[in-house]
């Protein structure tokens, strides 16, 4: 992961397994962490995956958070953003995170391609707007199963490379963790 963050030139694909040993609520969180819970964001029903998502960088890769969801700027103002922004591998990364799911069925290779063109776009359009000058976007993707990890792979695999090459995708696996799913 490292590498990928490090290189301004080429995009990446990360899988991480994320398995709690407990609810979310009974989780103790960096203060960092605690923050992105804490302060208000743009919207949606997205604050648990946002914050376990810095929190799993901060575990795993010692992540520090720079600024909060609401706190980044843009010029001009009104497209895509990012999730929050922090640094990692001594590098300033802006991170987005979405989930791979489905209400109703099951989460297809159309639904993965759908998914990642819009996202990375997203991403694309806040690296342009940001004011904020990181050096990479990682794109965090929850996924319930490795199923979906493997068609999130796969569709990942055969886009672009103008698409991609900014950002390291990072798909987290989860097991016991409908809570990031399905916000109570």
Known sequence: MQKSVQNNKDGGLVHLDFDPVMHFKHMKLSTAAEKIWSVPNAGGNSVISEVLSFETFHRCFHAKLFKTEMEVSYFPE?????????????????????????????????????????????????????????????????????????????????LSMDLVSSTVVVISRTRRSDFIFYNP
Do not use: P
Request: some cysteine; proline content about 0%.
């Open 78 to 158: 009104g497209g895509s953003i990012t999730d929050y922004v922090c640094e990692i591998f001594d590098t300033k990364v802006g991170v987005s995170v979405t989930r791979a799911m489905k209400y109703r069925g099951d989460f297809t290779e159309e639904d993965a391609h759908h998914l990642l063109m819009k996202k990375l776009k997203g991403v694309n359009q806040a690296n342009r707007n940001t004011l904020e000058k990181w050096n990479k976007q990682i794109l965090h993707v929850w996924v319930q199963n490795k199923e979906v990890a493997n068609l999130i792979t796969k569709t990942f695999n055969n």
